[in-house]
């Protein structure tokens, strides 16, 4: 079966189930193997410019009619597709079914296209299944869905221990997925927030992020603030930082003044809805209460200060 994952998420998945696609996107890069398979995209955007660039870019794009991906159709007709993985979710993250329907109807093949869509964390664990089903991997892909819900389950019944434990009380978050304009994430972010421990009162689960003025940031005061946008690793974060630790009333968050502000890998972990989302919330669970999980990875999550000194 030749499988043509157009997402990272997807790519991850198809991977955990057994399965190695025959073509990626260009962003494809976890395992390592997938950077070195044919990539059936392209973007019209520069990746590594900053937020507010990059925002101006997709405006750009968008306007002229050139979208902000394109498809590589001599590239997807060699590779023969049986099934296509794409998602519905955010036409500016990743290639959107609208596109992967009108590159299918020009090539020789007629492969299924499987659409993700997940907008809350149980959407992101049932996506591994519904991909799994779709490439013949049923049983696999329920094992991994299974031990995906149990690490969760399993970082809900630490924070409860703790909290019980020691009175402790869950702290606001804020997850800022962009820096230019603001933006808090959205999606399935709330819940994982909620599974590692957190209260994020800024964003109802499922629901899409938005820009935000800052002073609903301010009002909000968010005891920890984590700085996770989309599509950046913590390099690009650094470079980027000020674009959030700049604005009037950051000094002032509760969570500045407590030392604790975080930048997370967004690009592959916060904002990529595949297996790796639990790694999130175990991560973002070492966030919020220290004293009952260890720290994370430095390559995933860093002080957003200690990045500062390091960028």
């Not at 392209?42 to 979208?67: F, H, L, M, W």
């Not at 990529?272 to 999550?301: S, Y």
Request: net charge negative; hydrophobic share 45%.
């Amino acid at each position: 079966m030749n499988v043509v994952s157009l997402l990272p998420s997807a790519t991850e998945i198809l991977y955990a189930v057994g399965v190695e696609p025959v073509g990626v996107s260009h962003e494809c890069d976890y395992p390592p193997a997938a950077a070195e398979l044919p990539a059936v995209n392209y973007a019209n955007v520069d990746p590594e410019a900053d937020s507010a660039d990059i925002n101006a870019q997709v405006a750009e794009a968008e306007s002229s009619g050139d979208g902000v991906y394109g498809i590589r159709m001599d590239v997807l007709d060699d590779l023969d597709p049986d099934v296509i993985v794409t998602q519905g979710i955010c036409d500016v993250c990743a290639v959107d079914s609208v596109l992967v329907e009108d590159a299918v109807s020009r090539i020789d093949a007629n492969p299924e296209v499987v659409t993700t869509d997940p907008h809350r964390l149980d959407d992101v664990v049932g996506d591994v299944e519904r991909v799994g089903a779709a490439v013949d991997e049923e049983a696999a892909a329920a094992q991994v869905a299974a031990d995906l819900r149990e690490r969760v389950d399993a970082v809900r019944e630490r924070v409860a221990t703790h909290l019980d434990r020691t009175g402790g009380e869950r702290p606001r978050v804020a997850v800022f997925d962009w820096l230019d304009p603001v933006m808090v994430a959205g999606h399935w972010m709330p819940d994982v927030v909620d599974a590692a421990g957190g209260a994020y009162g800024m964003v109802d689960p499922g629901e899409n992020a938005r820009p935000r003025e800052f002073s609903e940031v301010v009002a909000y005061d968010p005891e920890v603030a984590i700085a996770a946008p989309c599509g950046f690793g913590l390099e690009q974060t650094a470079r980027d930082r000020d674009a959030l630790t700049g604005r009037d009333g950051w000094t002032d968050l509760a969570a500045v003044k407590a030392g604790r502000t975080w930048a997370l890998d967004g690009h592959h972990y916060a904002n990529r809805p595949g297996p790796r989302i639990v790694d999130t919330v175990e991560h973002v669970a070492a966030m919020l209460h220290p004293e009952a999980f260890d720290a994370p990875p430095r390559d995933a999550a860093r002080p957003l200060d200690e990045l500062r000194a390091e960028a």
